[in-house]
């Protein structure tokens, strides 16, 4: 008999971080061991749990039987703690502009469910976290990509985003700092974005900061408080979480806060809110987690950082090292974005991934996996992992180059 047949939808799927995974385990099952440099999930690597008073205070939750339903838009408290951190880094923020998520992606979806009708865009920075191309379809939009400078510190094109602006964009992405280039984007380009989205009345700004805390140049700027200083009436949904600057990813919890000083959004959250209340509530516990990370002291945060810019000059020294390597130095977050100049393989960056990982057992993730054009002739890998396993990835590496 013929298979039951899939939802176009869903066989278009594709996540490269998740996907190259799957030949991976075919060789585990065969007995060898790889080098994983391909997942930004800090717990996977030694070095860097997640903090103890964060986790107790998850476990003191169990213990408690907060095991129940919770409200839909978050936990009042915590909502009321995002608030206050997003006050400090300056601008107006309430409890009742905070949403709690299952993570950002489900932020995503939730926005994306709420805001995009057959025919929409968006325009997200190319590269991109994958979800930003692959569910727009699902909702009846798509993506479009604006140009990150590759020779300039992954810096966006305002320019090509000025062309690419039309009435069909109805969210405008930031990704600050971004996965997978580590880019950081400064006042100018900020202000650029600001003032490009206020010619369309129509489009909403998506603030991806969920490395905000590991901006390794200056201080974080957060694209509302740069427009509530501007006085830009332009709205922005800012979207972060516990994932990544509190290294507890798999607690799947995130937010959306909504800059929005005369209340354009106002259609919007109502439908935002309709969806949180159609799904229920986010995990109880581990909303009580992240509450403790944000209320307690966080001088914690300076030694993983230190940890991370050490192992990230490690990676930087090696692969200037390596003839038909090249990088960017990341400004933020935990990968590098590498350019194959190697004559066999900066024309198809996903073979070079797959050869390795059979050759020399090292995973990463190919680069036209992140965009199709802005990321081709690159791979991604995390720089997580403690100096000994990178200086035995890059060995292998090296010598796949010399040998192929």
């Excluded at 385990?25 to 997640?50: F, R, S, W």
């Excluded at 998850?58 to 206050?84: C, D, K, M, T, V």
Aim: glycine letters at 8%; one cysteine or more; a negative charge.
């Amino acid at each position: 008999m013929e298979p039951i047949p899939v939802a176009e939808r869903a066989a278009q799927i594709e996540y490269a971080i998740r996907d190259v995974v799957v030949p991976a385990t075919e060789l585990e099952k065969a007995g060898h061991e790889i080098l994983k440099l391909n997942i930004g999930d800090p717990l996977a690597y030694p070095g860097l749990p997640t903090p103890k008073h964060m986790v107790d205070a998850f476990q003191a939750s169990l213990g408690r039987q907060e095991n129940g339903y919770s409200h839909s838009y978050g936990l009042p408290e915590l909502r009321r703690a995002i608030a206050e951190d997003e006050n400090r880094k300056g601008w107006n923020c309430g409890e009742e502009d905070v949403y709690v998520c299952h993570g950002v992606t489900e932020a995503l979806q939730i926005i994306f469910a709420a805001v995009l009708q057959e025919g929409d865009t968006i325009l997200s920075p190319g590269p991109h976290y994958p979800p930003y191309m692959s569910y727009p379809p699902l909702f009846g939009g798509s993506t479009i990509e604006y140009r990150l400078d590759s020779e300039n510190g992954w810096r966006p094109d305002l320019d090509d985003i000025k062309q690419k602006m039309d009435d069909s964009v109805r969210l405008l992405v930031l990704i600050n700092p971004n996965n997978p280039t580590g880019g950081i984007a400064d006042q100018e380009i900020i202000d650029g974005i600001l003032d490009i989205a206020s010619n369309w009345p129509n489009c909403i700004v998506i603030a991806d900061e969920i490395y905000d805390g590991l901006n390794f140049d200056n201080d974080h700027l957060s694209m509302a408080a740069v427009a509530a200083n501007n006085g830009s009436k332009v709205p922005v949904i800012t979207l972060n979480g516990v994932s990544k600057v509190y290294y507890a990813p798999g607690w799947r919890i995130g937010y959306m806060a909504y800059y929005d000083p005369i209340d354009r959004l106002s259609l919007v959250r109502d439908g935002v809110e309709r969806l949180l209340r159609s799904r229920l509530c986010a995990s109880t516990p581990a909303q009580m987690g992240y509450l403790a990370g944000l209320t307690s002291d966080r001088s914690w945060m300076d030694g993983y950082r230190d940890k991370l810019l050490s192992q990230r000059d490690y990676c930087m020294g090696r692969i200037s090292s390596i003839e038909g390597l090249d990088a960017q130095m990341p400004g933020g977050a935990f990968y590098l974005f590498v350019k194959l100049t190697h004559p066999k393989w900066e024309a198809d960056d996903k073979q070079f991934v797959l050869e390795l990982l059979h050759q020399e057992k090292v995973l990463m993730v190919h680069g036209s996996g992140f965009s199709p054009v802005y990321g081709k002739g690159f791979f991604r890998l995390v720089f997580l992992p403690e100096i000994d396993v990178l200086k035995e990835a890059f060995d292998r590496i090296e010598r796949f180059l010399n040998q192929n």
